[in-house]
């Protein structure tokens, strides 16, 4: 697929979403990179886009560069919208209540413990859609039990075999006092986050080092 026609097909898969207002977004490609510029009007579309993306037949990697503006009649003030996120915080039973969150300029950095990554990706899903939040990062630290490498290198194989979409074959597992390490190549992004989420799913990881590649 040329870069022309991968182009195209990112930018219509961006209209197909009713969730992005792909109006001022300009989509680039070189050798199957693709690269997201212009403006969207709130940070979940910013990450939404990226996924679409993604999506795309023959997409090996996204560059995200879009910038978020918020209308003006969306903006709060950091103290108004600190209080929006850590409510929504709250009232979300998969986040744990030691997870805290700062804003400034709209910048949320969540911060504390948690004992599973999908306690800290649910915390920044739902930071990110907050009305007036412009990033989000997090600094959310995991603190579970690290269990040796050899049964978290044979608990990840083990998922990856599992999974239907996965060719387990195709991606390598080391791990080392609570980091995991994954590497090879997968068909699709798709196939790259099932090994990603099968990494971060055992018990004890902290950290995952993705050296996985997408290849068509």
């Keep these: 697929m040329s870069d022309k026609d991968l182009e195209l097909n990112v930018s219509d898969e ?30 979940r579309q910013k990450r939404e886009a ?17 910038e978020v503006r918020i209308l003006n009649g969306n903006r709060r003030n950091d103290a108004d919208l600190r209080g ?5 915080l709250m009232l979300d039973s998969l986040v744990p209540s030691t997870i805290d969150a700062k804003v400034k300029d709209g910048w949320v950095t969540l911060t504390g413990t948690a004992e599973w990554q999908y306690q800290r990706d649910e915390a920044e899903f739902v930071a990110a859609n907050i009305l007036g939040v412009v990033a989000v ?17 044979h608990s990840i ?23 995991v390490t994954l590497r090879g190549t997968v068909s699709s992004f798709a196939d790259h986050d099932e090994a990603v989420a099968a990494a971060w799913a055992a018990p004890g990881v902290s950290r995952v080092e993705d050296h996985v590649l997408v290849s068509y």
Aim: no cysteine; aromatic share 4%.
């Design 157 to 179: 194989k083990k998922a990856m075999e599992r999974n239907a979409k996965l060719d387990a074959d195709s991606v390598s597992v080391d791990s080392s006092n609570g980091t």
């Design 50 to 66: 990226k996924q679409d993306a993604e999506r795309v037949y023959g997409v090996k990697s996204v560059d995200n560069e879009l």
């Design 84 to 88: 929006g996120v850590l409510q929504a």
């Design 137 to 153: 990062d997090s600094e959310i630290e995991l603190m579970g039990p690290t269990p040796s490498a050899d049964n978290v290198q």
């Design 14 to 43: 961006l209209l197909w979403d009713p969730k992005v207002d792909s109006a001022a977004i300009a989509v680039s490609a070189d050798d199957g990179v693709v690269a997201l510029r212009g403006t969207v009007g709130t940070f």
